[in-house]
């Protein structure tokens, strides 16, 4: 199994709202990222986990709140969003952190829109 | 700062050409480049990575080249098709803490007209 798999694939939320983002991989991966990626741009990255633990939070607003429960999860929890969170949200992971371990494999992403 | 460009933003070209793709990043002190592709509202296929040691990496009808001292790398498509058509991103990764760090270019939208 070479796939990382996001739920749901599509999410409209109010600025009250608290829901949450899943992202899963059976590929024993040690890493896992959370990206934004709005319109016409390139990804931005948002969080990094390594062996479950957090290692990079690229100064990300306290609204979204990542979350690791297992190696082969990640969710990304969010609460009290604006409309210009709206964007897709691309989870990826790779087989571990450091240099030796190289190649990201990306899922497909969730629409998020908050209305 | 590492900063990725990629010329050019946008390409269409007929059905049958080769083209090329081009990335420039402005710190050589890279681990390797990867090549992705993105159609429209979906994630991130990876097509090709580069070592930093490595010169060249061919898949199928993809070839791509890494010049790390001058901070060039190209994506070379040979016979296109009209399912070629996507966003290509390059991306070079970076150790940050500890962790990997990809720095994407802003991508080229590339069109193959049949």
């Known amino acids: 199994d070479t796939e990382v798999t996001q739920t749901p694939k599509h999410l409209v939320m109010g600025m009250t709202n608290k829901k949450s983002l899943k992202c899963e991989q059976h590929?024993?991966?040690?890493?896992m990222y959370w990206y934004k990626q709005k319109a016409k741009k390139p990804p931005e990255l948002m969080f990094v986990y390594s062996y479950e633990k957090l290692s990079i939070n690229e100064s990300v607003p306290s609204r979204f709140s990542p979350e690791c429960p297992n190696s082969s999860l990640l969710n990304l929890h969010l609460h009290a969003l604006q409309p210009e969170d709206s964007a897709l949200y691309l989870c990826?992971?790779?087989?571990?952190?450091?240099?030796?371990?190289?190649?990201?494999?990306f899922g497909p992403g969730t629409r998020l829109t908050v209305l | 700062k590492q900063e990725v460009t990629q010329i050019p933003a946008a390409l269409s070209v007929p059905e049958g050409e080769n083209l090329v793709l081009n990335c420039s990043f402005t710190d050589s002190a890279i681990y390797n480049l990867q090549w992705f592709r993105q159609d429209p509202g979906k994630g991130l296929t990876s097509l090709l990575l580069?070592?930093?040691?490595?010169r060249e990496q061919t898949s199928g009808r993809l070839n791509a080249s890494l010049d790390k001292s001058s901070g060039r790398s190209t994506l070379y498509i040979a016979a296109s098709q009209p399912g070629d058509s996507a966003t290509y991103l390059c991306a070079v990764r970076r150790i940050i803490q500890g962790a990997q760090k990809l720095v994407f270019g802003q991508g080229t939208r590339l069109t193959i007209n049949p």
């Open positions: 580069i070592q930093s040691s490595q």
């Open positions: 990826a992971s790779s087989q571990g952190p450091g240099r030796s371990y190289n190649e990201q494999f």
């Open positions: 590929m024993g991966h040690r890493a």
